[in-house]
């Protein structure tokens, strides 16, 4: 694989994790762009990274700008890759997980809805966001960037949400895993339980993540959230 041409990779950055059994250790994000999903939470709230997905941007990184930004920062060892679906682009998530364990001993997180499973990833965290009815497109609704939402985004988001096969393969393949599902309410909670009875997940396993991309959208629902777990 050309390590100098660009790649389907929006943003690469050191930063903090902020959810999931690895907060606070700092990270290399790396994020793809492209996504088989179009969620929706409300009316307005959209997935918080729509420009991978419902307009999803023009990947500017290479692979070789990654291994630039790990030997700026030696001190960090811990990569999350995340999108937008890091598994649309097989390729170059096997090269990105087998060079960044092989080569510089990263310990690695995927994100992923858990729609397409990709063979021959090193991934010591499997980090599953299944969506649930809460993410459904509201058809007659405008996306972030004004365009009209359709039954077209509706039936692709259907089509993809669900692959509970997809998601077994990923659970037993990585190092280690927990179901990170998004919370809109305590409604949401029926839909949670099932598929963590699908996927045999326990509750230790479970980080309930509340839906919202700003402040305000996240404090309506975290009192709620914090009291039921």
């Known amino acids: 694989m050309d390590h100098n041409k660009k790649q389907p990779i929006v943003e690469a950055y050191p930063c ?21 999903l179009r969620c929706q939470f ?11 997905s419902w307009h999803p941007e023009k990947g500017e990184f ?18 999350m890759i995340s999108g937008g679906s890091p598994t649309m682009h097989a390729e170059l998530l ?16 995927l994100e992923t809805e858990g729609s397409l499973f990709v ?31 359709t039954a077209k985004h509706y039936a692709r988001h259907e089509k993809h949400r669900k692959n509970y096969d997809a998601m077994k ?13 998004v919370f809109s309410s305590i409604e949401d909670m029926d839909e949670i339980e099932q598929v963590m009875n699908e996927l045999n997940v326990p509750k230790t396993k479970t980080w309930l993540m509340p839906a919202g991309s700003i ?12 009291e039921f777990c």
Request: with cysteine; aromatic share 10%.
């Open 119 to 149: 063979e021959g990833c090193v991934i010591d965290l499997l980090s599953l966001s299944p969506k649930f009815s809460n993410s459904l497109p509201r058809i007659g609704t405008k996306t972030p960037n004004g365009k009209d939402v």
């Open 215 to 226: 402040p305000s959208e996240l404090a309506k629902k975290r009192v709620a959230l914090m």
């Open 62 to 79: 290479t692979l070789q700008t990654i291994w630039d930004m790990y030997e700026k920062y030696p001190h960090i060892k811990h990569v």
């Open 94 to 109: 096997r090269e990105l997980t087998i060079v960044s364990s092989r080569d510089y001993n990263m310990h690695i997180t």
């Open 169 to 181: 393969k990923w659970i037993s393949s990585a190092a280690d895993y927990q179901l990170k599902p």
């Open 16 to 36: 903090l994790q902020s959810e999931g059994s690895l907060t606070g250790v700092p990270h290399f994000l790396i994020r793809t762009t492209g996504c088989t």
């Open 42 to 52: 409300s009316e307005t709230d959209f997935c918080d990274s729509w420009y991978t």
